[in-house]
Nanobody, 120 residues
Framework: VQLQASGGGLVQAGDSLRLSCAAS????????MGWFRQAPGEEREFVAA????????YYADSVKGRFTISRDNAKNTLYLQMGSLKLEDTAVYYC??????????????WGQGTLVTVSS
């Protein structure tokens, strides 16, 4: 599967933003999906994951209650709705896919990142 993340941009603290990840291929609905991020000078970290049917979700404590992961299997698209953005949410965001991994370590397929910059 090939993944293409989009939707990043420059926003102010407290704003909302929605990221999308478009997947190619007919097997998107069989993959567990995740969002990760990497801030400047930091290691990549897990943000959120959603199971292949969308019935289970899992969040990093740092984004719980502010971010919502969802998916539309008919559109082969993964989403990350981000709210109450903070300066520390500034990072390059990546989507990832795997047919078996759950929830946050060892994803096999990765998209390119989309940059989210939160300003004060």
């Amino acid at each position: 599967v090939q993944l293409q993340a989009s939707g990043g941009g420059l926003v102010q603290a407290g704003d909302s933003l929605r990221l999308s990840c478009a997947a190619s291929g007919r097997t998107f609905s069989t993959y567990n999906m995740g969002w990760f991020r990497q801030a400047p000078g930091e290691e990549r970290e897990f943000v959120a994951a959603i199971s292949w049917r969308g019935g289970s979700t899992y969040y990093a404590d740092s984004v719980k209650g502010r971010f919502t992961i969802s998916r539309d299997n008919a559109k082969n698209t993964l989403y990350l709705q981000m709210g109450s953005l903070k300066l520390e949410d500034t990072a390059v965001y990546y989507c990832a896919a795997d047919p078996r991994i759950w929830p946050k370590v060892g994803y096999k397929y990765w998209g390119q990142g989309t940059l989210v910059t939160v300003s004060s």
